[in-house]
């Protein structure tokens, strides 16, 4: 029989299957509930992305293919098996999950990680270094490292392993100083002013310097990474950086474009947020020696928990305030960056189109689109999105054993999802 590899990345309304090989495959399809999006996909259509040709489909036939030129390596990687459902807090039945106790479990790991990062960074660069603490200070929750710890703990247990590896908590170290890096220049793109309530790198230090101690620390992390000599997690991580680049390109390719449809926004989301979870979580699983099968669940684990996280910043930036953001509410739409909520209000208000389509040229036109968007449904609809990512990440959990890493792991989909109850 030949063997072959083929991959598969849910995108809410249509399963994606990304085909690394030239047969042909009867994957499995995620089918779900009508309700969802029974008014999400009316239409054929095909697009071009790149080397990958996507061909969508009615959503009755609820299924597109994708075939590609790229090597496996290169593709988006997970499997999310059966049916989903929307997974249902119950509100009443517990109290709200804080981060500080949904780390406690390896809150001297992270304790370790803290005291490690500003020499990591490079101690030899005062301005690059001054940088660096701005933004590691900032009041970061350290969600990244933490599901690397998490995932290593709750892996070790499945072979056996008694404490976690070097490689292991240099990989967190690795993981934290990519999405640090990530943010200063995200900062820098967006003109941000505000990071976590505090002024942004380039808004202290200038552009410059912004730029250059962003490069530093990729430099710096692709530096340790290559130490860690593991061909397997240095390719997984270097695609993020790629990954990173390809998500920027794809938002600003795309502002104020009305016509960008889900999946687009998905890819994006991808890219931007979920490639480098995943990667965080498969790296701590392929460090701790499981199954590939294994390794696998914990990398859909990742995408899903990173997608979810996505769509559920995207709602706030509708629902919160300045205050609560530490950046202006709406500031996404405010740029031309359309998401899962506006997305999805668009197909109920050509009002919104007319608005977003001037670019907001008249005084309080973006006020009055934020409204439309809340109004046509759009913050509903985007809460059932996440819900659905939320379900297939804790589908992806089932394949560890019970316990206090475990469960960390699933509180964490919820804790992300309350943030929106």
């Known amino acids: 029989m030949m063997s072959m590899t083929c991959h598969n990345l849910d995108f809410g309304r249509a399963k994606l299957d990304l085909v690394a090989c030239g047969c042909s495959s009867n994957a499995s399809i995620d089918r779900y509930s009508a309700r969802n999006y029974a008014k999400s996909v009316s239409k054929s259509c095909n697009r071009d992305y790149g080397s990958r040709r996507l061909v969508c ?67 030899e660069n005062p301005v690059l270094m001054s940088a660096a603490e701005q933004i590691f200070g900032a009041g970061g929750k350290r969600m990244r490292p933490a599901l690397v710890f998490l995932v290593s703990r709750a892996t070790a247990e499945v072979v056996g392993l008694k404490e976690l590896t070097t490689e292991h908590r240099r990989l967190a170290e690795i993981i934290e100083m990519i999405h640090t890096a990530s943010l200063i220049h995200d900062d820098v793109l967006d003109e941000s002013d505000m990071r976590r309530g505090k002024d942004t790198v380039h808004q202290v230090y200038g552009t410059r310097v912004a730029v250059l101690a962003g490069d530093f620390m990729f430099a710096q992390s692709s530096w340790y990474l290559a130490n860690l000599e593991n061909i397997e997690v240095i390719k997984l991580i270097s695609q993020v950086i790629k990954d990173f680049a390809s998500g920027e390109i794809k938002q600003a390719s795309s502002l104020f474009d009305c016509d960008v449809e889900l999946e687009e926004y998905l890819i994006k989301s991808y890219y931007k947020t979920a490639s480098l979870i995943a990667a965080s979580t498969k790296g701590a699983a392929i460090f701790s020696g499981v199954d590939s099968s294994v390794s696998m669940q914990m990398y859909d684990y990742g995408k899903n928990l990173g997608l979810s996280f996505q769509v559920v910043d995207d709602i706030l930036d509708f629902t919160q305030s300045a205050e609560q953001l530490g950046k202006p509410a709406g500031s996404d739409l405010a740029k031309g960056n359309l998401t899962a909520p506006v997305i999805f209000a668009l197909e109920q208000s050509p009002k919104l189109r007319e608005i977003i389509e001037s670019e907001f040229c008249e005084s309080g036109s973006l006020d009055e689109a934020i409204e439309l968007v809340k109004n046509f449904g759009g913050i509903e609809r985007a809460q059932e999105l996440a819900k659905e990512k939320a379900d297939l990440a804790i589908q992806n959990l089932r394949c560890l054993p019970q316990g206090s890493y475990q469960s960390a792991l699933e509180e964490m989909v919820l804790y992300n999802l309350e943030r929106i109850q």
């Open 57 to 123: 489909c009615r959503r009755d036939i609820a299924r597109c293919r994708v075939s590609s030129t790229k090597t496996p390596e290169t593709l988006l990687e997970g499997v999310a098996e059966g049916p989903t459902g929307l997974l249902k807090l119950k509100k009443d039945s517990r109290k709200p999950i804080s981060i500080t106790n949904l780390f406690e479990v390896v809150a001297d790991d992270l304790q370790t990680l803290n005291q490690n990062l500003q020499s990591i960074v490079g101690a």
